[in-house]
């Protein structure tokens, strides 16, 4: 009798004993958990010091972008209006020595944007009649496929020049400005570019 509830409070013991001890490593658990949760958190001076450094960052490399962007738009510039005036002088050495532009290739009319664009991106004879179907007879062209975009100011209209009059100053109003007497291309875009040439004399 003596040995059985020896036995019995032994096991007693033993109950509290393995209860003590899962209740002694949770609470371990716990506080470990919310030691490395609170060590992961960032601080409000760390975050204040990683903005700061941020802030710094963009104020050295924003403006870095910004030259490149408009570096890259004025050589672009310098060749579309490199490639427009080669495909001019094409078309001129193509059609009995008239530049595009005047309708029906008569030098003697006013020159427009319409006949410009049209005897630049259609098939052409020698007399500068277009079509848009390529035929034995319309052998020449399309020299464009479509009137370029200014890269500096994102427009691809012409303003047009009428015989012996002088090149107006740009205002910015269309992409390009055109003269087919002298077959002069200007960007039509104001002010220079950081070396301090203007933008129509490119």
């Keep these: 009798m003596n040995r059985l509830l020896y036995f019995v409070d032994v096991s007693k013991v033993k109950e509290t004993s393995v209860i003590d001890v899962a209740a002694q490593s949770s609470s371990v658990c ?3 958990f919310r030691a490395a949760r609170f060590r992961r958190a960032f ?4 975050i ?12 050295v490399v924003i403006p870095q972008f910004s030259r490149a962007d408009q570096q890259s738009k004025q050589n672009s510039l310098r060749d579309v209006l490199q490639f ?6 094409v078309f001129k050495a193509q059609h009995q020595d008239v530049p595009p532009g005047y309708p029906h290739g008569k030098p003697t009319l006013a020159p427009t944007a319409e006949a410009l ?6 098939h052409s004879d020698v007399s500068c009649g277009v079509s848009v179907n390529a035929a ?3 052998q020449y062209g399309p020299y464009i ?9 994102g427009s691809n209209s012409v303003e047009v020049i009428s015989n012996n009059e002088a090149l107006p100053p ?5 992409g390009w400005i055109y003269k087919p007497q002298t077959q002069e291309i200007i960007a039509n875009v104001t002010g220079k570019d950081a070396s301090g040439t203007s933008y129509s004399n490119y």
């Design 170 to 174: 740009p205002d910015g109003k269309t």
């Design 30 to 32: 716990r506080r470990q």
């Design 117 to 122: 664009v049209q005897q630049m991106t259609e």
């Design 84 to 89: 427009l005036r080669t495909q001019v002088a």
């Design 145 to 153: 496929s479509a009137l370029p975009v200014n890269p500096m100011n």
């Design 136 to 138: 034995p007879v319309f």
């Design 43 to 46: 601080t409000a001076i760390e």
């Design 48 to 59: 204040l010091i990683v903005c700061f450094v941020l802030v710094i960052l963009a104020t």
